[in-house]
């Protein structure tokens, strides 16, 4: 938010379009990875789940998904609205 004001009031909407996406993409990524990394760990020997799978499912959509799928929803963005 402080980026929008220090660029006045044009660039607002812009700005917050930007970190709605960012929120929304990050919370996405990474609900389906940590939903694949529990599918994988459901049904494996020993005493139910496996421990950890959700677990690294969750660091992996927070550090190697996310930023992926942010890059590509910046470039979709900067092409439809522009550079905030």
Request: aromatic share 8%.
């Amino acid at each position: 938010m402080a980026i929008a004001a220090a660029g006045g009031h044009a660039d607002f909407g812009k700005t917050l379009l930007y970190a709605l996406c960012t929120v929304t993409v990050v919370a996405v990524t990474t609900g389906v990875t940590v939903g694949g990394a529990a599918q994988l760990g459901k049904g494996r020997p020993g005493w139910g789940d496996r421990p950890g799978y959700i677990e690294a499912g969750l660091l992996i959509g927070i550090f190697a998904i996310s930023p992926l799928a942010l890059s590509g929803a910046f470039a979709i963005l900067n092409a439809l609205v522009g550079v905030p």
